[in-house]
């Protein structure tokens, strides 16, 4: 889905704007190299298991590279719940309609998800002389396919939930919210490839603090360095996105 210069300012408003830059134009996925990462993956801990210990990802890395609030509201709930108070206190296709301005065909519906593809070709073209509301409403669309697909992205990567319209009634207050699979192709020879480097590192090779080079502080957001976020970088607690728990297991990496 096309960035339109004028959506930019909504995407700042709701924090976002560094997310949206993230792209192939800025970096490429090294897939063969997440398999490899994927495979030395412990659900019991929480970490990758390396030659030379233990690593992991931590708020801190959301916080440099996602640019994204780790302290705040939190984007999740119950999807009962959710689905309970949309049929029967506000019905879902009054709300999307009343955010996006029209409802999809009803062959893009199904129960609580709308198909990736009518985002892609209803919102693909924004005319130059656009009123602001269908700015907004653009804007709209914008982060709903963001969060759908890059932020959150799950196995139904071309379908997006509704549960994301709580979220997206008030841009202004978007800001407020804290927030890959990739193919595993075994006989693929740069996931072989990436494996052997993986089981070749050792400790000295590893960079355990990336962060700390000038050059990396002076293009982060200012924001995520303000010693009330920088706190949560080592809190050991649990991780809750709907029905998706994690643990946030710093303390084995942390020393």
């Known amino acids: 889905m096309p960035l339109h210069d004028w959506i930019i300012l909504y995407l700042e408003t709701a924090g976002l704007y560094h997310l949206v830059r993230l792209n192939s134009q800025w970096f490429w996925v090294d897939e063969p190299l997440l398999s490899a990462f994927i495979e030395r993956w412990c659900p019991e801990t929480h970490t990758f298991h390396m030659p030379f210990g233990e690593c992991t990802i931590t708020l801190q890395d959301v916080a440099y590279q996602l640019g994204l609030p780790i302290d705040g509201e939190p984007v999740s709930g119950c999807l009962t719940d959710f689905e309970n108070l949309m049929e029967n206190g506000r019905p879902a ?22 198909c990736y593809t009518w985002f892609h070709e209803r919102f693909r073209v924004l005319l130059a002389d656009a009123s602001e509301e269908t700015v907004r409403i653009y804007a709209r669309a914008y982060i709903m396919m963001l969060l759908s697909s890059q932020l959150f992205v799950d196995k139904n990567a071309n379908r997006i939930h509704l549960r994301w319209l709580p979220y997206l009634a008030s841009m202004d207050d978007l800001s407020r919210w804290a927030t890959y699979l990739p193919r595993n192709d075994t006989m693929d020879q740069r996931v072989v490839a990436a494996r052997l480097s993986l089981d070749r590192l050792r400790f000295h090779d590893f960079m355990w603090e990336p962060y700390s080079s000038p050059e990396v502080v002076a293009v982060v957001h200012p924001e995520i360095l303000v010693d009330e976020h920088r706190r949560l970088w080592t809190a050991v607690t649990s991780l809750i996105y709907f029905a998706a728990i994690e643990w946030h297991q710093v303390d084995r990496v942390i020393p």
């Open 93 to 114: 296709c009054v709300w999307f309609c009343e955010l996006f301005g029209e409802l999809p065909l009803q062959i893009k519906v199904k129960q609580m998800i709308v």
